[in-house]
């Protein structure tokens, strides 16, 4: 019998894990699944509710067949006992109202009354909360007050690519389950399965770069993207010889370019932000490994690189929160580059 996780590329560890939770009679109420974006955490998410809610897979197991009852009602988005939320189209943040209600029924709609409610077909509730770290601040507490005191029989699933974000009183509720970015050949086969291209070799050439994340993949089938992404890792590599005025001119030059409005222009360095993310999560990774053939091993030393590279990464997150708060982008990306050099100039925080 065919099952629902065929769709799954990777992950086999996670679900693994889940299993034998499952099996063991210990599945918590809660679980945070961490790992970039774009690599498959919602849909895990959802193969998890669906094999929960299955009614050919046996208790003990974590399958779906795709064809009971529940499952096609799942598929169609009509189980009565799922629940999934995230960011409304255009927004920053995750309103209050999705997870406690409108102001008017605060309390009396919302995810965290839904799971309060009997079950209705089957033995537990499930709610997904996607792009958890973005919450605001009345929501995160909304939660909190559920997480505290978890309704019988519900099952929460926070997909987050920034978990440090998160309240350290949600994480402390929830089990932490990490994800990792999906593997070439896997990459490949998503991008031809899926239509995103027909070709085989612009499959593999955007998957050896994309660090694994079907959403970084979809961008990069961009030429104008991968060229930019180019242009950002020689910028990288090069940018503590040269001017940061000069690198942050040849970026915001290209991001100008490629876009036709303000609002292009801010997804558009989103993007760039988010492939220097990539490029340094990169970076980390090797020098925990000891790739010393890398070329940023030039300047990251083993001994203090790891550090640095954090701090690198929390500026660029601090400049992806200027961008969502509307500064202007050229001014973002002047100082951003500017910080960038003279963190490499003089390393990490914790050596300073």
């Known amino acids: 019998m065919d099952s629902a996780w065929d769709k799954l590329k990777g992950h086999q560890e996670q679900r693994d894990l889940f299993s034998r939770s499952l099996a063991n009679r210990r599945l918590s109420h809660a679980y945070v699944l961490a790992g970039q974006d774009g690599i498959g955490k919602s849909r895990f ?19 779906a067949c795709g064809e009971c009852r529940a499952c096609r009602s799942f598929d169609a988005g009509s189980w009565p006992d799922y629940i999934e939320v995230g960011l409304p189209p255009g927004k920053n943040e995750i309103p209050i109202a999705a997870i406690a209600g409108s102001a008017e029924k605060r309390g ?13 077909a089957s033995e537990r509730r499930i709610a997904i909360i996607n792009d958890a770290h973005r ?12 997480l505290e005191e978890p309704p ?18 949600i994480r402390s509720r929830c089990q932490v389950v990490r994800f990792f970015p999906l593997s070439t050949e896997d990459t490949i086969q998503i991008l031809l399965n899926e239509e995103m291209t027909d070709s085989e070799q612009e499959a593999r050439t ?15 089938l961009n030429p104008e993207l991968r060229e930019l992404r180019n242009t950002l890792e020689r910028g990288l ?20 370019k490629m876009s036709s409005g303000t609002d292009e222009q801010r997804q558009n360095t989103q993007w760039m932000l988010r492939f220097l993310g990539d490029l340094l999560n990169q970076q980390l990774r090797k020098l925990t490994q000891g790739d010393l053939a890398d070329p940023l091993h030039k300047r990251f030393g083993v001994r203090s690189g790891a550090d640095l590279v954090a701090d690198l990464l929390d500026r660029v997150l601090t400049a ?18 500017d910080d960038l050099a003279r963190m490499m100039r003089i390393g990490p925080t914790s050596a300073r």
């Open 45 to 63: 998410g959802r193969l998890l509710a669906q094999s929960l809610f299955c009614r050919n897979s046996p208790p003990e197991s974590l399958d």
């Open 108 to 120: 009396r709609e919302g995810l965290c009354f839904e799971l309060s409610m009997t079950p209705q």
């Open 135 to 146: 919450m605001n601040a009345e929501g995160a507490n909304a939660l909190l007050k559920t």
């Open 152 to 169: 019988a029989q519900a099952l929460i699933l926070l997909i987050s690519d920034s978990p440090d974000s998160l309240l350290p009183t």
């Open 206 to 220: 955007v998957a050896e770069v994309c660090n694994g994340s079907i959403t970084s993949a979809q961008q990069l």
């Open 237 to 256: 590599i090069k940018l503590e010889k040269l001017n940061p005025i000069e690198t942050s001119r040849e970026i915001t030059n290209a991001i100008e």
């Open 320 to 337: 992806s929160f200027q961008i969502d708060a509307n500064s202007p982008v050229k001014l973002v990306l002047e100082t951003l580059f």
